[in-house]
């Protein structure tokens, strides 16, 4: 009998997938279990595998194709008689938003171009001195003094080709478009040798990430808050026993695992900050599935360590080097990358001092890790050199209030500062 | 469709309005017997007759005045004024009569008349027949004043401006008459008042102009866009009241505007329209808004070099639009 091949459930909240290539062609035999087509995720490919033995007998969907959860895309030959796959559709009312398929991947929109939320987005702000101060500086036209005005533009920054150096309304237009078009998510961006430009399409996994990005940097109301922890105890404990601890288990602990286990201890009187913000509700989660933000080639994934309360350090350790692993092989499974409460970024790895990182949507905290460097810090009177950690902590400030976030990343540092108090719980 | 000139349009125009509406009459100076000075009533004493086109005396200020009492009993005179050099006498009835009538009688009274002026240089006809003047007529409150640069526009907004309630000041431009021919509808059709044309869409200055200058602008054009400089063109066509929206509107996008008039440079109608480019829309320009007008001289000059040297013409307006782009 013929039997149609649906898209199986993809994972949470994946609702579609694009077909990147048929494993099976038309025509070959299939075996239960086998690959029959490889499919892009929002965060991961799959391949899917047939429910029969059988033949292939005729793709429905071409690579490519953007395919929906529950849709028909393909026609095996099964022996004997069978139960159909039932299409369905994955319900809107999952708790997420759904968002059309053909605004998700649109540019901003053209109105959006340009205005003060836009700039925002681009990290553009008015520096009203600075306006002001170029406006005075340079020779330039009513209508150029606008348009810096509108676009808060610096006039020192441009040079004009208007009579005697004057900056000219197509100067500052031509100023705007540049700094339009810097505007791109620049995987491997390499010096051009001989073209002036070089034009990299921005697909796949890059351009969902993209689309993430926008997505939860324009639903949710970020406010990132710093705070410094004088890591030197944890420094000096790690100093003391990081090689004893290689040697005896294997691996090589960084300081992840005690932040993730402060953060765990934090929430005890801060429970919203691991949480998910879904529909009307807040999902407050009494477990901690801990995404921790790797980056890849061309992209980056945040795996998900799960039940980090019922973890050990090590364990802990352990599970962040496995997913690092298969994130560089890339093949982490769909639940190895879903279902976290509350995430980790490290940026400290590549040298930052700060940052403030996007929140994963519905997810309500993201944690930004910088670099430890040593600085003077003021103890008992007297100034002394001290191991410090920047942290950054967005939270989502439609659920999230200022002074509990706050408070919340002030009792994390508290714990990471005084190891002692809880270390040998979680060994 | 057929190819007509300037000034056939005209009289295509009248006789069509006069066929339409019998209360519709010329008067002017040798318009019945001799056709015009330029023909453009030629034929039209034979068609509809001695009272309906009237010879008028040698006296501007008559022909006025008595199309306004004819225009208060309820007529719709068309009346001509041979040359607008010679309209000065007519002034009196013009500013403080048909003007004022709608206003000072709150609208009871209008003078629903149209005076056609036949007006412009570079004919050859010397201090006293080359004047153009639309300026005086351009500041008075209560006229409408057109000035059409096509055969098209000619023949339509001579039908406006007959048709309509108000008094109009028509210029027809005497160096255009025999010097354009275009194909026209046969077909009843009519200009609005009010409304400009652009004439071309460019994006890098806006160049404004009326009657003969259009003519002059439009060649200028065709140098600058060799040299690269997208020119957008307006033909104003009425003067008064002048579309501010459309030249407005050109300015904001192209941020910069070179403005065309024959006549003497001082208080002429591109000042007022400069003036209002820069109250409106200041914060859209790139460069100050030039003008390239008539010299501030008493009157056009009679022998041809110096014609030439008084009047605007296609080198000087590349010459100023060039300037203003560099700017």
Redesign the interface.
């Given at each position: 009998m013929e039997y149609k091949v649906i898209v199986p459930p993809l994972g949470e909240s994946v609702v579609e997938g694009t077909i990147v290539k048929w494993l099976k062609n038309e025509g070959d035999p299939v075996k239960v279990d086998d690959p029959l087509v490889e499919v892009m995720t929002d965060k991961i490919n799959v391949e899917i595998p047939s429910p029969h033995d059988g033949v292939m007998k005729k793709h429905l969907v071409a690579p490519e194709t953007v395919v929906e959860v529950g849709a028909e895309i393909a026609v095996m030959e099964v022996e004997g008689e069978v139960e159909q796959a039932r299409t369905f559709q994955v319900k809107p009312d999952d708790g997420r938003e759904r968002i059309p398929k053909e605004q998700e991947l649109k540019a901003p929109p053209e109105e959006f171009v340009g205005t003060t939320e836009h700039h925002a987005h681009m990290g553009i702000h008015a520096d009203e001195a600075a306006i002001e101060g170029g406006i005075k500086a340079v020779k330039s036209s009513p209508v150029v003094r606008r348009l810096a005005r509108e676009h808060f533009i610096d006039l020192r920054k441009l040079s004009g080709t208007g009579k005697s150096g004057r900056v000219s309304k197509a100067d500052v237009l031509k100023y705007i478009e540049m700094r339009h078009s810097v505007d791109i998510v620049r995987p491997d961006f390499v010096f051009p040798t001989a073209e002036p430009e070089e034009i990299i399409p921005i697909t796949g996994i890059r351009k969902v990430i993209a689309e993430h990005m926008v997505r939860s940097a324009f639903t949710i109301p970020h406010v990132t808050t710093f705070d410094e922890a004088d890591m030197s105890a944890l420094v000096s404990w790690r100093r003391r026993n990081v090689d004893k601890i290689e040697t005896l288990h294997g691996v090589r602990i960084t300081y992840l695992p005690f932040i993730a286990k402060a953060i765990i201890f934090a929430a005890r009187d801060f429970p919203w900050m691991n949480a998910t913000f879904e529909g009307d509700n807040l999902h407050v989660k009494k477990y901690f599935n801990i995404g921790m933000a790797v980056a890849r080639k061309n992209s980056l994934i945040v795996p998900v360590v799960k039940h980090c309360e019922q973890k050990s350090l090590l364990e802990i350790a352990r599970e962040m080097r496995e997913l690092g692993d298969k994130a560089e092989a890339d093949t982490l499974k769909i639940e190895e990358i879903t279902g976290g409460t509350i995430s980790i970024t490290n940026a400290g790895v590549m040298g930052a001092l700060g940052s403030t990182p996007i929140i994963a949507a519905p997810q309500v905290a993201i944690l930004g890790v910088h670099k430890i460097v040593e600085k003077p810090v003021v103890r008992d009177g007297e100034i002394v050199v001290g191991p410090i950690l920047n942290f950054g902590l967005s939270f989502d400030h439609r659920v999230i209030d200022g002074g509990y976030a706050v408070q919340f990343l002030r009792k994390m540092i508290e714990f990471l500062e005084d190891p002692d108090s809880w270390l040998l719980s979680v060994i | 469709m057929k190819k007509v000139t300037y000034i056939e349009a005209i009289t295509q125009a009248l006789y069509e309005e006069m066929e339409r509406d019998e209360k519709v009459f010329l008067i002017g100076q040798d318009i019945g017997l001799y056709g015009g000075v330029f023909k453009a009533t030629k034929g039209l004493m034979d068609r509809f007759g001695a009272e309906r086109v009237i010879d008028a005396p040698i006296s501007e200020v008559y022909i006025a005045g008595g199309s306004v009492g004819a225009a208060l009993v309820g007529l719709k005179p068309v009346a001509e004024i041979q040359f607008a050099d010679f309209i000065t006498p007519s002034m009196d009835q013009i500013i403080q009569q048909m003007a004022k009538m709608r206003y000072r009688t709150g609208g009871s009274w209008t003078c629903p008349m149209t005076i056609r002026v036949c007006c412009g240089g570079e004919v050859g006809g010397g201090l006293y027949h080359s004047q153009i003047n639309e300026q005086w007529f351009f500041s008075q409150p209560g006229l409408i004043v057109v000035l059409p640069s096509t055969p098209y526009d000619a023949k339509g907004l001579l039908k406006s401006a007959i048709r309509g309630n108000d008094p109009v000041i028509y210029f027809e431009h005497k160096r255009l008459y025999r010097s354009v021919k275009e194909e026209i509808p046969d077909e009843d059709f009519t200009v609005p008042i009010g409304k400009a044309a652009i004439r071309k869409e460019g994006k890098d200055i806006t160049l404004v102009a009326y009657g003969l200058m259009c003519q002059k602008t439009m060649e200028a054009i065709e140098t600058l866009e060799k040299d690269g400089i997208s020119c957008e063109f307006i033909d104003m066509r009425t003067l008064r009241p002048w579309d501010r929206e459309t030249i407005l509107e050109s300015v904001k996008k192209t941020?910069r505007a070179v403005l065309v008039q024959e006549n003497s440079k001082t208080g002429g109608v591109m000042a007022e329209v400069s003036a209002t480019i820069t109250e409106e829309v200041?914060?859209?320009?790139?460069?100050p808004i030039s003008r390239v007008c008539g010299l501030d001289v008493p009157m056009l000059p009679f022998a041809p070099p110096m014609e030439h040297f008084f009047l605007p013409n296609a080198e000087k307006i590349v010459r100023v639009v060039k300037k203003v782009m560099?700017?």
């Open positions: - | 941020s200041f914060d859209y320009l790139d460069a560099e700017y």
